[in-house]
């Protein structure tokens, strides 16, 4: 759900986005959500086109982290399922990256971290903040890379995040806390800090002094600070005082008061089991947690971003408080936790009529794709042909690997051959046609090749699975195969963990009666 409610309200107040009739989005940031390694991500974000959008959104204001800082060996978890629990195991992607991160203990993990503090210093605006998450085990670790991807004098706070939770351990002390490393892009820059949004509820200890109530509200009276000492008593000045002493007392009303300044511990309970936010993913954090640090280093408009997004807190809070956002996670699981989270905070602001923006879910495969085939506008005609040619060599090469077949030359359109089956390799930026396949038919028909797979990032809508059944009718055993994204992760080529699946399809047949609409489903393959 991606479409803004229309240009003017019932009041006929503007909001803040361009939308047609339907109030669809026509124009302005659209947020991003990306589903791949961040490392590729914030380098295709920093050196893409995507680079010139967020300088001209004002830069990249906040960033929040909150890194696996302690998977450990077993990479699956459990998540609650229609009321049972399940064991989510990580995709191929997700364990490479995981073994690659702790495969050589905290070594492994720094290095990961420290590649990506890097990336994220260099896309940070100049008058941007970072808090990285973490706890007691990687707390001293992280410092010190902080310390120098963004140096000392740039170190803010480190505040601690108290909590309760039930006591599990009884041999030592229970750890309640984790903390957030909170640094600046620049020391010289001023950088929002709106530290009125931190302030905290007095106690009752403190409430119980401002006991005297006129027109104003509750206040106490206090000794101005004039020359020399002022007027002081243990239990505070009384109303006596301020008549014996009208020009040295003022009254202190609590209602001029922001509440209790920032402190560098806050707390703030962690998600109840009833909460309407709870999502079952496993590090999920409070929204409280995220508003309290979104509110503060950043203002209305501001754009903020998450690379380790999990269940969706950080861009679902920026979107509620009108922030724009980029949210980046390398596991399915999370980035349809977070689509669907933040499907339903679009319909919460719509039904209380408030603006929210388009998000649009950017598979990384496809942007590498297009990175791949970038060509150098600025060589020759003849140049850019060449450089053309050779990367589609190396575009094919690269796809035949992954898929573990050998390159064969001479043929129109097939160019690879794994196990007796012939391959085609279909293009980069367009789905496979009906017309693409009637081509392979009719070289298959041609060169008495009876079986074939056909390799594509995306298919022609119906192609499946009518075309199978046609081609094994005119006696071609075809099959449709997807490429995987994990295709362009050397490290998962390398160690033959690609997998091309079969195409999948899935037949329904609604069944309308009155208001109701009732789907069935037919046949369906995965």
């Not at 609409?517 to 037919?522: E, F, P, S, T, W």
Request: hydrophobic share 35%; proline share 3%; with cysteine.
């Amino acid at each position: 759900m991606d479409e803004p409610r229309e240009e003017k309200s019932k009041t006929g107040q503007l909001k803040l986005l361009s939308t047609d009739d339907r109030g669809r989005q026509l124009k302005g940031w659209t947020n991003k959500l990306i589903w791949g390694d961040n490392k590729l991500a914030l380098s295709s974000l920093i050196n893409g086109p995507l680079r010139e959008e967020i300088e001209r959104e004002g830069g990249l204001k906040l960033i929040y982290i909150d890194s696996p800082f302690a998977v450990g060996a077993d990479f699956s978890f459990q998540i609650r399922l229609n009321g049972d629990e399940v064991t989510k195991k990580p995709s191929i992607i997700e364990e490479i990256a995981y073994r690659d991160t702790w495969g050589k203990g905290i070594s492994s993990y720094l290095s990961m971290m420290y590649e990506r503090l890097k990336l994220m210093h260099a896309l940070l605006a100049e008058d941007g903040s970072i808090y990285v998450h973490c706890d007691r085990r990687v707390d001293a670790y992280l410092r010190l890379i902080l310390d120098d991807v963004f140096e000392k004098d740039n170190f803010k706070n480190e505040v601690i995040w108290c909590y309760k939770e039930r006591e599990r351990v009884l041999n030592t002390y229970n750890p309640k806390h984790d903390m957030l490393l909170f640094y600046s892009k620049s020391n010289s820059i001023d950088r929002p800090f709106n530290w009125q949004e931190a302030t905290e509820e007095y106690s009752e200890v403190t409430k119980k002094k401002f006991k005297y109530k006129d027109d104003k509200g509750w206040y106490q009276i206090r000794g101005k600070n004039t020359m020399g000492s002022p007027i002081q008593a243990a239990d505070g000045l009384t109303p006596e005082d301020e008549q014996n002493y009208p020009g040295l007392t003022y009254r202190d009303y609590i209602e001029n008061r922001a509440g209790v300044a920032p402190r560098d511990w806050w707390n703030i309970d962690i998600i109840n089991k009833a909460a309407d936010e709870r999502t079952a993913y496993i590090t999920q954090k409070p929204e409280a947690l995220l508003e309290r640090i979104v509110k503060v280093s950043s203002n209305d408009g501001d754009l903020v971003a998450d690379f380790f997004c999990g269940s969706g807190t950080t861009p679902a809070v920026a979107e509620k408080l009108g922030r724009k956002w980029i949210a980046c996670d390398l596991g399915r699981f999370a980035i349809h936790t977070t689509r669907k989270r933040l499907i339903q905070v679009q319909r919460e602001l719509k039904r209380d009529d408030k603006p929210y923006r388009a998000f649009e879910v950017l598979n990384l495969g496809k942007y590498e794709r297009k990175y791949f085939m970038g060509i150098n506008l600025d060589l020759t005609e003849d140049e850019q042909r060449r450089q053309l040619e050779l990367k589609h060599e190396a575009y094919i090469n690269l796809i035949l690997e992954g898929y573990k077949a050998k390159r064969v030359e001479g043929l129109r359109t097939l160019c690879g051959v794994k196990a007796q089956r012939f391959v085609h390799v279909g293009p980069l930026d367009f789905p496979i046609t009906r017309k693409t396949v009637e081509e392979i038919y009719d070289e298959c028909r041609e060169k008495v090749i009876t079986q074939v797979d056909v390799l594509g990032f995306e298919f022609e809508m119906g192609l499946l699975p009518r075309i199978e059944d046609e081609m094994k009718d005119k006696g071609i055993n075809l099959k449709l195969k997807y490429i995987p994204r994990e295709v362009f992760d050397k490290r998962a080529v390398k160690k033959g963990q690609v997998k091309f699946y079969d195409g999948a399809y899935l037949e329904v047949k609604p069944e309308v009666k009155g208001k109701k609409v009732k789907v069935r489903l037919k046949d369906f393959t995965t």
